[in-house]
């Protein structure tokens, strides 16, 4: 019977472990001989960054660090920051051996505080959330086909994206950026860095990845606050397994660390400033592929026994990217608003689920503005709004699951009056979409042939009332017939009776 049996492999991922951790930021630090004395503090910003995760057995570790921004003002009035960094490691017992699972790390800052000790001492006080996702591979054997006349099989596929490897690597990036137009700084402000992948595919077995990092500097000159945008490219070559022709690839990347230095000359300007970053980049190749499988099987003529398994899949349907516009006013009733130093914003996105119309967003976007009167006066305005987006799909029918991300593409502003603000954030939910199934196949399958199966018996024929709604396949296999020759005999092609209906049933 063994050499009659044809098996496949099924893989399928799935997900073990979603643990939320919490890293506590608890520290002091003091002011570099090189930065003024802070008088006033008038905000703190924190960007929590993942550079390494690991699993022993139960325990997952995971490193990174917190870069604090620290915006203030000397006792001239003028406006300075200085950047800390401070790092973690967060070691959690998660209570299952995740060793040689795949391992994914999201993180998000929940609040951070902070407050001058002294004029050369900062205390910060604050707290990340950290969310490690564990995805397990299984591997089954399936019975896809049975070369035995006596056996009536039920053929079914499972219409699954089947992901086949996962690798990472981390790259370092190091570019030396001109001021534009010949400009020169006195120091910089803040700086920020986000990278993305506009370029995947699969070349001679390996995934090539093309990308681009977008540095943004704020910088002073002579207490005038500009902005240096820069585009940096990069490109990667990862070894990965890519079974076939037929298999596509995605990537992702992550800025672990970014470090921007001046180079100043002997006035204390600079005309360029160096960027130092690393990036640990991600990549998955998967293939798109219906696997014929055995969905039920039983012998006309011998007892038989089938041992059954369920399969967890994951079919992609969609890669979405749908945009829109968030607008808010920021108010002060305390002074007028000469001009605007600096903005900035954090976005956090709370909840994502399907609804039966599509896909649904909730988080919040905060925006930050330092702003002068006319008297020369510096403040820090904020104005926290929540938001809630609907991505409609043309069917959101079904179990249907998304990992969307949540990005602000463009930020721009304009004074209204002398009190107001009027922002405009363009967002986009960028999300693959996924049909996830759970599907009974058959993996083993016994025939005892010397128990003859329990027949109807001398009957040649069975008259059947059969009632609207029933399978073919399920009528067929209580009388021990075959669903094929109950189509010939009663003149039907449907495998599920559409009305009440009088059949005869072919039994041997």
């Known amino acids: 019977m063994e050499n009659n049996i044809l098996k496949s492999t099924v893989n399928t991922y799935e997900t073990v472990l979603c643990e939320q951790l919490e890293q506590a930021i608890d520290g002091e630090f003091s002011l570099p001989d090189f930065c003024p004395d802070a008088v006033r503090v ?55 051996n995740i060793e ?15 407050r001058a000790i002294s004029s050369r001492k900062i205390d910060i006080h604050g707290a990340v959330q950290i969310t490690v996702t564990a995805e397990r591979k299984n591997s089954i054997e399936a019975i896809s086909d049975i070369d035995d006349p006596t056996i009536e099989t039920l053929k079914g596929v499972c219409p699954a994206t089947t992901p086949s490897d996962y690798a990472e690597k981390s790259i370092f990036v190091e570019e030396e950026c001109d001021l534009q137009n010949g400009e020169s700084g006195n120091s910089v402000l803040r700086y920020d860095g986000e990278a ?92 798109k592929n219906d696997i014929p499988v055995i969905l039920d099987a039983y012998s006309k003529k011998y007892e038989t026994q089938i041992t059954e398994t369920p399969v967890k899949f994951k079919k992609l349907l969609d890669n979405i990217t749908d945009n829109f516009a968030l607008k808010e006013e920021v108010k002060t009733s305390d002074f007028p608003i000469q001009r605007v130093i600096d903005n900035w914003f954090d976005i956090r996105l709370n909840e994502s689920k399907m609804t039966d119309k599509g896909l649904k967003v909730c988080g919040d976007l905060v925006l930050s503005f330092i702003v002068k009167d006319e008297d020369g006066n510096v403040s820090y305005l904020e104005k926290k709004t929540e938001f809630e987006h609907l991505t409609e799909l043309g069917n959101a029918s079904g179990n249907l699951s998304a990992d969307p991300k949540v990005i602000v593409k463009q930020l721009a502003y304009n004074l209204a009056d002398a009190n107001t603000v009027e922002a405009r954030a363009e967002i986009s939910v960028i999300s693959p979409i996924y049909e ?45 017939s075959s669903a094929e020759d109950i189509k010939k005999l009663n003149g039907i092609e449907e495998d599920t009776l559409s009305k009440n209906t009088t059949l005869l049933i072919p039994v041997t």
Request: negative net charge.
């Open 436 to 480: 996830n199934r759970e599907i009974t196949v058959v993996t083993d399958i016994k025939i005892c042939d010397t128990k003859q199966a329990n027949g109807n018996g001398d009957t040649a024929m069975i008259v059947y009332f059969g009632e609207e709604g029933e399978r073919l396949w399920d009528i067929a296999r209580r009388y021990l």
């Open 100 to 114: 040689g699972d795949r391992i994914f790390v999201k993180s998000k800052c929940d609040y951070i505080n902070c």
């Open 196 to 287: 993305y992948i506009r370029e995947c595919k699969i070349l001679s077995g390996k995934v090539v990845l093309k990308g681009d990092m977008t540095v943004t500097v704020r910088y002073l000159k002579d207490g005038t606050v500009n902005t240096m945008k820069s585009l940096i490219p990069f490109s990667q070559v990862i070894d990965i397994n890519t079974p076939g022709d037929s298999c596509e690839c995605s990537g992702d990347v992550t800025v672990c660390s970014l470090e921007i230095e001046p180079k100043t000359d002997n006035d204390g300007e600079f005309t360029s400033f160096t960027v130092e970053a690393k990036l640990l980049i991600t990549a998955e190749t998967y293939c």
């Open 42 to 96: 008038l905000k703190c910003r924190a960007i929590p960054r993942i550079c390494l995760t690991s699993a022993n057995g139960k325990t997952v570790t995971v490193d990174g660090n917190v870069s604090v921004t620290v915006f203030y003002q000397d006792e001239d009035g003028g406006i300075f920051s200085y950047e800390y960094s401070y790092p973690f490691s967060k070691t959690k017992d998660v209570g299952q």
